[in-house]
C-alpha cells in the first residue's frame, strides 16, 4: 500500500515542478503601480495582481492575466496572453535575467507594443 502513495507522489511532485518556471514568484512593476505573483494556473501560467497603487486605470488587486508561454532556445518565453477583465489577448514575450523581467505585450499584428520592466520582490 506504501509503495503505490508514495509513486502517486513522486508523479504528484515532478508534474509540479515541470509547471514551475524560473519566472514563478512575486514582482514588482518598474512604475512602482503593481504587485503581482506570477505562478503555474492548470496548465497556463497567471500574473495575478497582488496590490495596485492607483486603480484609476482600471487595474484592481485580484486581476488576472492568462499566459500560454513557452520556452524559446535563448531562455525568454513567448506565446499569447488574455485578460478575462477587458476580454483581451495579445502576443506575448518575456525576458528572463537575475532578479529582473521585461515582458512585452503587443496588439495589430504586433504594430502596437509596450514593454513593462519588472524587478523581483524581495
Do not use: H, Q
Not at 24 to 30: A, C, E, H, Y
Request: aromatic share 4%.
Amino acid at each position: 500500500m506504501k509503495a503505490p502513495l508514495l509513486a502517486a507522489a513522486v508523479v504528484l511532485s515532478s508534474l509540479a515542478s515541470a509547471a514551475a518556471t524560473d519566472i514563478d514568484g512575486v514582482w514588482l512593476r518598474d512604475d512602482g503601480n503593481a504587485r503581482v505573483r506570477i505562478a503555474p494556473c492548470g496548465d497556463k501560467i497567471c500574473a495575478t495582481n497582488l496590490w495596485i497603487g492607483d486603480t484609476s486605470g482600471g487595474e484592481e488587486a485580484g486581476d488576472k492575466l492568462v499566459m500560454t508561454l513557452s520556452r524559446r532556445a535563448d531562455g525568454s518565453y513567448s506565446g499569447n496572453a488574455y485578460d478575462p477583465k477587458r476580454d483581451k489577448n495579445f502576443s506575448m514575450t518575456v525576458k528572463v535575467s537575475e532578479g529582473a523581467l521585461v515582458t512585452r505585450g503587443c496588439i495589430v499584428g504586433g504594430l502596437l507594443c509596450r514593454d513593462v520592466n519588472w524587478t523581483a520582490a524581495k
